[in-house]
């Protein structure tokens, strides 16, 4: 299932969703005064700066996203850039919430002639978990499936926003030759609701839920994209270490469980806060922000330099080693994004020490592209690009 790329309809649709979600979860006020804050950057700095720097701005002085961008991406992209650093993140969860992405996904599906999802999709929940699972055929067992943890920076974002994303890399999983492809996208805590270890728990819950259901490591890929990258990367050393602030885990933390077969990572944010991340004229992500939603994920019991919270401080070899899956790790990552230094710090550390890893640095490209070029490209070769890449890694290691 691969639907359209989104339109100006679209977005305006989702205005409408999204209206009425923010006056009930944050209130008739403060969305009217994020309105009008928001104003003067939508009638006057957003057409003006998009103007010149697009048509008046000589090629060479553009910055590398603008040069590859079409105008609709760029308009979008500034857009999210202006949302990440100005607006709170109460408001951005409203965004990518259940009550906002579940009905914009099903204008979408009946705007491409589906009245149903033509995949099938069912929400799961458990005491210590939740999360949704995404399958060919729910009555047969999976021959390869990912568990997938969502972005957001910690504090917004929820894995019905990533269904359209989830639904797409699961029909490319399947035109790839795999008979009964699975997806379980974890549906984990966002903060301040809760700080780590919760998140870690839950991880480690629904991964155990999938090994339990697919009953074959070696079938299964763990896989996310920026703050549910760094999880997943969470996951695996912990499971390599679970002496690790075992003292702070519910009995989770303790459970013994088998390594999957690879990992796939878009966009990681490898080490929670770094003087590395600098905001770039391309990409979305604010640094100052994201190191604040950081310093809330680690809580005050726990250093947000902890190498099990923020991976790309671990520099013990041996831990590497024992946490990476006997088919590696893939990484895709832009080379304008914010996190761009620390991710290839981190990948050129596990390099020079034989730790197996590999990655696709596109050129020009922004922060979890693979995602949002499904949305916002508009050929369908440009749009399916990113995910035809993890599926390519896919399938060459887990045959």
Request: glycine content about 6%.
């Amino acid at each position: 299932m691969i639907l359209g790329p989104v339109s100006y309809l679209d977005c305006l649709v989702f205005c409408v969703f999204l209206t009425p979600q923010l006056i009930i979860h944050v209130g008739l006020l403060e969305t009217v005064l994020v309105v009008l804050q928001c104003l003067p950057f939508l009638v006057f700095e957003l057409p003006f700066k998009f103007i010149r720097e697009r048509y008046f701005v000589g090629y060479e002085k553009q910055s590398p996203f603008v040069q590859k961008a079409s105008p609709f991406e760029d308009f979008v992209v500034r857009c999210v850039r202006y949302a990440f650093a100005n607006i709170p993140p109460k408001v951005g969860r409203v965004f990518f919430s259940k009550s906002v992405a579940l009905p914009f996904l099903r204008f979408r599906l009946l705007r491409h002639g589906y009245l149903r999802s033509p995949v099938h999709w069912h929400e799961f929940k458990e005491k210590r978990f939740k999360g949704i699972w995404i399958i060919k055929d729910p009555m047969t067992k999976p021959d390869i499936c990912v568990f997938y943890a969502h972005g957001g920076g910690f504090s917004m974002g929820s894995p019905y926003f990533y269904l359209e994303f989830l639904l797409t890399w699961l029909s490319l999983l399947s035109d790839s030759g795999y008979q009964n492809p699975a997806i379980f996208a974890l549906d984990y805590t966002l903060v301040p609701d809760a700080s780590f270890p919760t998140q870690l728990e839950e991880a480690i819950a629904g991964y155990e839920h999938v090994l339990s259901t697919v009953r074959d490591p070696s079938r299964i890929c763990v896989s996310g994209d920026s703050a549910g990258a760094t999880i997943v990367l969470s996951l695996l050393l912990h499971l390599a270490n679970i002496s690790r602030h075992l003292e702070k885990m519910d009995s989770t933390g303790s459970w013994r469980l088998a390594k999957p077969r690879m990992a796939v990572l878009i966009s990681p944010w490898v080490t929670l806060v770094s003087g590395k991340h600098q905001n770039t004229t391309s990409d979305y992500l604010d640094a100052g922000n994201l190191h604040q939603y950081a310093r809330q994920y680690a809580g005050e019991k726990t250093s947000v330099n902890d190498p099990l919270l923020s991976p790309g401080n671990c520099r013990d070899i041996s831990w590497w080693k024992s946490a990476t899956p006997s088919r590696g790790i893939f990484v895709a990552y832009g080379a304008e994004e914010v996190f761009a230094s620390e991710v290839e710090d981190l990948i050129s550390f596990l390099e020079d020490n034989d730790v197996k890893v590999h990655s696709r640095e596109e050129k020009g490209g922004i922060h979890a592209w693979p995602v949002a070029c499904l949305f916002l490209s508009s050929s369908l070769g440009d749009r399916q690009k990113g995910l035809k890449s993890l599926v390519e890694e896919i399938r060459d290691n887990i045959c």
